[in-house]
């Protein structure tokens, strides 16, 4: 479904995905009429006009912990001076 020649949700939009299944041009602005509070994500997405983010619920603090997960970096992850 990822498919990288996907086709942007607009309508009569030829125009290839570069987010959330909108193309750059649809992306921005969908994200502005939700910024401007005309419209909100959930109604989009309710449409069929926006794809929900892959991963929905991630916060900064989750994005934190993928990288830390299986870290060999112990501590304050600063390198110790050589010995
Ligand atoms: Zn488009």
Same mark, same amino acid.
């Given at each position: 479904m990822n498919n990288r020649?996907?086709?942007c949700l607009v309508p009569a939009c030829e125009r290839k995905v570069y987010a959330r299944g909108l193309c750059a041009n649809h992306?921005?602005?969908a994200a502005g009429?939700?910024?401007r509070g005309v419209a909100s994500e959930e109604d989009l997405m309710r449409r069929g006009l926006l794809l929900r983010?892959?991963?929905?619920?991630?916060r900064?603090?989750?994005?934190?912990?993928?990288f830390m $997960? /299986? #870290?060999d970096v $112990? /501590? #304050?992850?600063v390198e110790p001076?050589?010995?």
């Open positions: 020649d996907a086709k992306r921005s602005q009429m939700v910024i983010p892959k991963y929905a619920e991630t900064k603090r989750d994005v934190a912990a993928i $997960e /299986g #870290s $112990e /501590g #304050s992850g001076p050589e010995a």
